[in-house]
């Protein structure tokens, strides 16, 4: 029998309670919740409660005192690198949260202190699991909508939220709380890296001092074109339209419709005519899966990774990034230009 990973939760709120301990908990063949580390004494009652677990207020007590193979850091966005970097200075390995840092020199300093460590440093960037991404691969690779150009990719709400997710200070903001679920998984579906950027952020209502709303125009390498935003509307948008020279596919939540179409010609050049198309098809189908990836198949591949199995599919690389495209598009709106990588 496997021995079990000891893991810990380094900031039990929201999300460290429920997709975090909870897909720990999913996978109790592999973990064992050795031990959960919050300010809140609320949040520290409600561990030990369920995990019977150690539970600290202070994270450096608990890296001192718990010999642990992961500490899972789920703090406010403003906190990850530093508590990162110290769990890694401990000996142990790392699962950070998104974002997983405010801008990319904190992404480096990480990648820096993994490397000078020899830990892991894993990314969390659940929607590279989503299933409509995931479908979407599948119909692309299969060529079923032809070489695709341009991908719009949107998230609206017309929620207002008032929490320090609304301040600067915490790593508030939109761009990072959502980019990772928007501007990242697009740009991983084409394939190519992001060659230039113009983005707009804007604070519209929400409390605070960040943006509520955020767009992105990317260019990508490979000529394709990413258009991706989060915006506040009372109608939606598709989450997803995904144009090739064959087809469209529009995608509403997991509701997927996929238009085939090879390019109208003329009957005749020479003459006015009617254009027809070859072969025109619609279908529509559900996605099955989880918007935001399944948590506990995630952690499934992060035990893999910790025993030496197989590598974890999100490299800091990867992520790293993803934290250039966000500092590109803030600095694009700051200085209402193309920002060039
Ligand atoms: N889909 C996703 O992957 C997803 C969803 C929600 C949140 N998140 C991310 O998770 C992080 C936390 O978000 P949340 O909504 O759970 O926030 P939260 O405020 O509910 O949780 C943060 C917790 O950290 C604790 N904390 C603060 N300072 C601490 C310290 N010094 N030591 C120990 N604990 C400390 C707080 O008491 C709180 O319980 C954010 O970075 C957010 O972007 C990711």
Known sequence: MKLKLKAAILGYGRSGSTMHAGAIQDNADSFEMAAACDVD??????????FNCAVYADY?????KEKLDLVSVITRSDQHCEMTCE????????????PWAVNADEGRRMIRTAGETGRLLMPW??????????RLKE??????????????RSVCSFATRNDWQTENRFGGGYLLNWGPHIVDPPVVLLGSKVASVYGRMKQVINPGDVEDVFFAIMNLQNGA????????????????FVQGDRGTIVAYGQDMKIYRKVPPKPDDPTKYSEMRSEEESVSEEKVKGCMYGDS????????????GEKEYPVKPAHALELSETFDAIRRSDRENRVVVF
């Open 87 to 98: 769990c890694l200075k401990a000996g142990v390995n790392v699962l950070v949260t998104k």
């Open 139 to 152: 119909l692309i690779d299969a060529g079923t909508i032809g070489n695709v150009f341009f991908i719009r």
């Open 41 to 50: 004494p609320a949040r520290r009652k409600e561990a030990a409660q369920r």
């Open 225 to 240: 074109v990413v258009q991706a935003e989060f915006t506040l509307s009372v109608a939606n948008l598709p989450d997803w």
């Open 60 to 64: 450096h007590e608990m890296l001192a």
């Open 125 to 134: 960037l659940p929607s590279r699991w989503c299933c409509v991404l995931r």
């Open 296 to 307: 506990a198949e995630i952690y499934r591949e992060i035990a893999q990774a910790l025993r």
